[in-house]
T-cell receptor, first 109, second 114 residues
């Protein structure tokens, strides 16, 4: 399977703390993307990192990519209750997208 | 509002029914996708359409039949479904470009097969 695997499956933190989620994948990729999903809704794109990039920032988000280890991490700094959601990594190869099972993040006010 | 609209939002159907899910994108994208999301499973890509042509069919049972009449509309026709087909069905669109292909998702149709 080429699907990404997120780790941990669930994460619960206090508001203001940082949240780190990891993603591992199995094949070569063009890019890796992170998405967020609120309960019962569609996914929303957060950030894309290309295979030749190692780190990318967007607001409170920081993404790293290590193609030698086939892994990525998503760091959310200074978390807020509104960050409570599921987070998915997706790897893209051609027309194919592979999503993992996601990390369920709960931020406690 | 993501620019991708799915209807209906909820659907309950019996195993002998025929129904259709509709997706419309207002973003001018050239590719559209159907995904299935079941509890505790990864999001599964079902079908891909580029410029109205189906380019991927990931071993989806024939009881699911996609239709893409133009680059803005995508349908998923359902017939003789099984209870295990109950899931959230998500539509997405993207503008396919070199080095990047960000997906914009609709809110999904929650399907229950009785």
């Amino acid at each position: 399977s080429q699907q990404g695997e997120e780790d941990p499956q669930a994460l619960s933190i206090q508001e203001g703390e940082n949240a780190t989620m990891n993603c591992s994948y199995k094949t070569s990729i063009n890019n890796l993307q992170w998405y967020r999903q609120n309960s019962g809704r569609g996914l929303v794109h957060l950030i894309l990192i290309r295979s030749n990039e190692r780190e990318k920032h967007s607001g409170r988000l920081r993404v790293t990519l290590d193609t030698s280890k086939k892994s990525s991490s998503l760091l959310i700094t200074a978390s807020r209750a509104a960050d409570t959601a599921s987070y998915f990594c997706a790897t893209a190869t051609g027309n194919q997208f592979y999503f993992g099972t996601g990390t369920s993040l709960t931020v406690i006010p | 509002e993501t620019g991708v609209t799915q209807t209906p939002r909820h659907l309950v159907m019996g195993m002998t029914n025929k129904k259709s899910l509709k997706c419309e994108q207002h973003l001018g994208h050239n590719a559209m996708y159907w995904y299935k999301q079941s509890a505790k499973k990864p999001l599964e890509l079902m079908f891909v359409y580029n410029f109205k042509e189906q380019t991927e069919n990931n071993s989806v049972p024939s009881r699911f039949s996609p239709e893409c009449p133009n680059s803005s509309h995508l349908f998923l026709h359902l017939h003789t479904l099984q209870p295990e087909d109950s899931a959230l069905y998500l539509c997405a669109s993207s503008q396919v470009i070199t080095g990047g292909n960000i997906q914009y998702f609709g809110a999904g149709t929650r399907l229950s097969v009785l």
